[in-house]
Structure formats: structure tokens, C-alpha cells
């Protein structure tokens, strides 16, 4: 009877040391919370042993592997949440691992899958007109995007600044500019808006207002070099802006 009674104790105890799957990852969340990426992949790797039907684990340790630096692992983590239940987050994130990687044109495909997925997942908007822009220079698809993006989310001021560089590669210097004043109102501590809104007020001969952007934008230490810009600083009256050397 005493051994039967200590086998039960013994098990007990074991059983009160026991994670379950949920446990893990809260375990895995906290740690990845702190940036202990590696302790994080650790937890969901014992969370993933438990619930392997779990999408949303796959996707958390993909997202502490892509901190660590494991490309391949976090696609295999993203592509595992997809096959066992597909939706815009995984899509999303195994895009800007491939984007990580120069993979242009996977990202844009993953993006786009994303958007399928769920329309209103807004971050897979401005991803894909980041790369329409930069990499693809295809500025009036970008715009489209990022123009989806401010509708879902219309107090996003990094999305108008986006937007306010897009027009005016685009050569629509008003509504660029009107993008960069709606960002700096929702935003005015991104100074360097001050010095993108004032190149297009230059261009659109508004030297007064060109004039304060550029000097709030050297008030925060924003370095001009172009030196069209510099030119056009050293003529703006003294008082309404700092001169240029």
C-alpha cells in the first residue's frame, strides 16, 4: 500500500509540472514579448508537439525564427500555418521573409494572397505598395494600395507620408503635399515630412511655406544635402528659416 501510495504522489507531482499546449504558448508569447526569441521557439517548439493542428502556433514560431534570423525556417513554420488553416497573417509574414530575402516577386504574390484572403488585413496593403514603389517602380498601383490601406485605417500617418512620396513621384505635387500635412497632423514628430513637403512646395513655387518646412526640418537636425535645396534655403528671408553655409 506505501508504494502504491508513493507511485500516486510521484505521478501527481509529474502531472502538476505539465504544460499544456495553451500554457506554451503564453510561455512563448511572454518570451517573445521580452525579445528572448530563442527561449520563445523553445516554448512553441514543445506547444507544436502537443497541438500540431494549431495555425497560430506555426505562426509564432515563425515569427521568433525570422527574429533570429531563420529564413527558411520561419517559411517552413508560415507554410505549415497555411496548409493546416490558411489566412492573411500567415500569407503576410512569409512575404516579408521573402522581401528579406530579394524574393520581390514571391512577396508580392504572398501579399496578394493575403489580400485575397482577407481584404481587410491592411498591413499586406502597405507591404505591397512598398515593394510596387520601390522595387517595381509601378507608383499608380502602389498608390491604389496605399489608398485601400488609409480607408481601413485613416489615422495611420505613415501611410499619408507614403502616400505623399508616391504622388509626387507620381508628379501630383498637390496632393502630395496635402497627404504630408494630414501626416504631420496626425504626426509631427516625423520631422523628416517637414523636408519632403517643402521640396514639393518649392517645386510648386510656394516659397513662403517652402521656407518654414525646410527650417523646421533643420530644427530637428534633418542634414540637407541637395543642392538645389540648399540654393533655395540660402534666398528665403532671414527669421523664417535657418541659412544654410
Do not use: W
Request: hydrophobic share 40%; glycine share 6%; net charge neutral.
Amino acid at each position: 500500500m506505501r508504494l502504491t501510495v508513493t507511485l500516486l504522489a510521484l505521478l501527481f507531482s509529474l502531472a502538476s509540472f505539465a504544460q499544456t499546449a495553451d500554457e506554451l504558448k503564453a510561455s512563448g508569447q511572454q518570451r517573445y514579448d521580452q525579445e528572448d526569441y530563442a527561449g520563445a521557439q523553445s516554448a512553441f517548439d514543445r506547444a507544436i508537439a502537443l497541438k500540431k493542428d494549431d495555425a497560430e502556433l506555426y505562426i509564432l514560431r515563425g515569427n521568433a525564427r525570422l527574429q533570429l534570423k531563420d529564413g527558411k525556417g520561419a517559411i517552413e513554420d508560415y507554410s505549415a500555418a497555411i496548409a493546416v488553416k490558411p489566412s492573411a497573417r500567415a500569407y503576410h509574414n512569409r512575404g516579408i521573409v521573402k522581401k528579406n530575402a530579394k524574393d520581390y516577386d514571391g512577396a508580392i504574390a504572398d501579399y496578394t494572397k493575403a489580400i485575397a484572403t482577407d481584404p481587410s488585413y491592411k498591413y499586406a496593403y502597405q507591404s505591397r505598395a512598398l515593394l510596387l514603389t520601390v522595387e517595381k517602380e509601378d507608383n499608380k498601383a502602389a498608390l491604389a494600395d496605399l489608398q485601400k490601406y488609409i480607408q481601413l485605417d485613416p489615422g495611420d500617418a505613415e501611410c499619408y507620408s507614403l502616400s505623399g512620396v508616391v504622388r509626387g513621384r507620381l508628379g501630383d505635387n498637390k496632393n502630395a503635399i496635402a497627404d504630408f500635412t494630414r501626416a504631420l497632423e496626425l504626426d509631427s514628430k516625423n520631422t523628416d515630412v517637414y523636408y519632403y513637403r517643402g521640396v514639393l512646395e518649392m517645386r510648386e513655387q510656394q516659397q513662403t511655406a517652402a521656407c518654414a518646412d525646410f527650417a523646421q526640418a533643420i530644427k530637428a537636425g534633418f542634414e540637407i544635402t541637395d543642392k538645389a535645396v540648399i540654393d533655395f534655403i540660402k534666398k528665403c528671408p532671414k527669421g523664417r528659416t535657418y541659412i544654410v553655409n
